[in-house]
């Protein structure tokens, strides 16, 4: 299987943010091509969901089997979560951190979130190449793909939080149903308890970047 890792960002984003997940993806991923996605632009003149709509069709259209979206904030924790991941969803899975938006109609429903997010294309023919974009009134950024996968039976596999470094600034997230929370600096796992995938959160802020220097430098030494 061709297997592809993606991840968006542009010219606004903490460059050393962008260098330590590199670097960790490069010790840890021996399974996949890294391709990162740099839009020359800032703001919002591209925002991340047109970015990840471009990146998986054009990974799928270039013939790769199995791709992986991370944020630019998302790293994994060990070989085995990259391994593990790209396993399951040729299996026939959708895989992904859990998430819940707020803000749609719906707010207790969990999708496989973009910080870590992977399809094979196989699915994405399935479902009629299907947008990526979300509506902001039932789904976020690629959460069309966790409520077709849904409707058709297919199973979809979440990386739970674990814990989490800070509480993010003025509310709770929190995945509702006894579920659990989630905040800035999470750590995810599967449903075995392995560690998988540490996602920072709010990298645009410029506030808690040094909490994901430091979890880069910690696998990197």
Known sequence: MKR???TFYNLSIDQEIVRL???????LNKTADFLPLCSQTHGEEVIHPQGVEY????LFNKGYDT????????????QYALEYTFDQTENGKLVGNAQIGAHLENPEHMYAAPSTFCLSRQMFEEFGKMTFMPDHRNADTCGFYTLEAEKRGKEVEFYMPTHFQRRPRNHV???????GEYGIGTTYSNHLGVNMFYHLFET???IYNCL???KCDEILK
């Open 212 to 214: 994901f220097y430091d």
């Open 67 to 78: 791709v992986m979206l991370l944020d630019v904030d998302c790293i994994p924790l060990n």
């Open 4 to 6: 592809a890792i993606f």
């Open 204 to 206: 645009r802020l410029n």
């Open 55 to 58: 990146g998986f069709n054009e």
């Open 173 to 179: 997230w929190d995945l509702g149903q006894g579920r």
């Open 21 to 27: 997940q590199s670097e960790v993806l490069k010790k």
